[in-house]
């Protein structure tokens, strides 16, 4: 387990987990070789530097989705791409797997999180204050 991520292995409470700057915060204290570590490396121009979101925080994002693309149109931003078959989360699952979110937000669930697979993508978010 890495220290200071929340690990949940119920769904329901997956759900409630918005801790995803502390989240990626420890992944990437705890090894450099993370879709988690990749995010804190991106400095938005807003001055905050990226993360990784959770589970809480993703089930968010998807249930406003179009108004999030609209806004992120408005500022020559990418759209979070709905072609993506998973996105990955910072919210451990168990000491060897992650959860991952499906775009539509109907699916989320336990995978690999040591696996390089291509085809799960990951978004950099950032706070807005």
């Known amino acids: ?27 990437a204290e705890y090894t450099h070789a993370s879709a988690a570590y990749e995010c804190t490396v991106t400095q938005f121009k807003n001055g905050q530097m990226g993360y990784l979101a959770s589970v809480g925080e993703w089930m968010e994002i ?44 109907n699916e989320f669930y336990p995978n690999d999180e040591r696996k390089g697979v291509s085809f799960y993508a990951i978004r950099v978010i950032s706070q807005l204050i």
């Open 1 to 27: 387990m890495i220290q200071g991520v929340t690990t949940i292995t119920s769904s329901n409470e997956a759900k409630k987990d918005f801790n995803g700057f502390q989240n990626t915060q420890s992944i």
């Open 62 to 105: 998807i249930n406003n989705l179009d108004e999030i693309n609209k806004c992120m149109s408005l500022i020559d931003g990418l759209d979070i791409d709905k072609g993506a078959t998973s996105y990955w989360t910072s919210t451990q699952y168990n000491y060897e797997k992650a959860w991952l979110v499906t775009y539509n937000g």
